[in-house]
């Protein structure tokens, strides 16, 4: 069917006007949907001093496990802590363990992951099959191995979380550099004397950016419930701290008679997660080059 010159041309405005991963954007609901959960979630870590009523720190010893109460919405724990603070003040902790922990995998896993793709050989080998290594471990195991030569703290998680992320990242930057290191452009590249460093930053990195893009939001959402079990375990943010997971530990001895300590962490665990891998999912349609826009 023959198409219009005015149809050419309003399609050409359109598309000219922004990227076409945008339009894809706009018109994926399901990747709208767990941006906005994710922007909810980051703006409640970033204006919980604003948004709680009390000091996640401050305990009312005559009000212990209260209820939910206009003074309390989401009621008290055993200390007299109130539990709408300590989970909006939880929120900082679990954005901050997993966007630093993921940097950490994606920086460390992303440059070995280039160059073993760029450099392949001997390279390629002895990268692989560190990872490979690395793989064998089940990642919370790996975690605690780790946590238990550094010791329990926070910063000791994000290094732990991190490593966990290192040989995905590894393999996700190779898989994709590849693909594009026998591109024409690239042994064009390559013949005009451009430089290996040259070619991996300006022509392999930038065509891997999308696989990463999606990697890291489906790696926070990761990052954020294995800070919550390594918390629950003890081995996470120690006391008074206000930690997800170390709420969720505190709360389940009190399930009985007081459910909202542990409900509580618990729905804020479950919407962060849900929030990310749904914008995870949604990205890796967006993106996906075979779509049809």
């Not at 204006?47 to 010893?61: C, D, I, K, R, W």
Request: no cysteine.
């Amino acid at each position: 069917m023959a198409v219009s010159a005015p149809s050419i041309a309003r399609q050409a405005r359109v598309r000219g006007s922004a990227p076409i991963w945008v339009h894809r954007l706009r018109g994926n609901r399901l990747a709208l949907v767990g941006g906005t959960i994710v922007a909810i979630v980051v703006l409640v870590a970033l204006l919980a001093p604003v948004l709680a009523p009390h000091s996640p720190y401050e305990q009312f010893t005559s009000d212990q496990l209260v209820g939910p109460s206009p003074t309390y919405p989401l009621g008290t724990d055993e200390f007299g802590r109130d539990v709408l603070s300590r989970v909006l003040f939880g929120a900082r902790i679990s954005i901050q363990v997993a966007a630093i922990s993921v940097s950490i995998g994606l920086l460390i896993g992303g440059t070995f992951g280039l160059l073993a793709a760029y450099r392949g050989g001997a390279w390629d080998m002895a990268i692989m099959r560190v990872a490979d290594v690395l793989f064998a471990f089940p990642s919370l195991l790996l975690a605690i191995a780790v946590l238990a030569l550094l010791g329990p703290s926070l910063a000791n998680v994000m290094v732990a979380i991190g490593i966990i992320f290192i040989p995905i990242f590894v393999r996700v930057t190779r898989a994709a550099g590849l693909v594009i290191v026998n591109e024409q452009y690239v042994e064009a590249s390559r013949a005009s004397g451009a430089s290996g460093v040259r070619i991996a930053l300006r022509h392999v990195l930038p065509n891997t950016l999308a696989p990463l893009l999606v990697q890291t939001t489906l790696a926070i959402s990761y990052a954020i419930l294995a800070e919550a079990s390594l918390s629950f375990l003890g081995l996470g943010a120690q006391p008074p701290e206000p930690s997800w997971g170390s709420m969720l530990s505190s709360g389940r001895g009190f399930m009985t008679f007081a459910p909202w300590t542990a409900f509580a962490p618990g729905a804020a665990i479950f919407i962060a997660i849900l929030g990310f891998n749904i914008l995870g999912d949604g990205l890796r349609d967006v993106l996906d080059p075979r779509m049809k826009v």
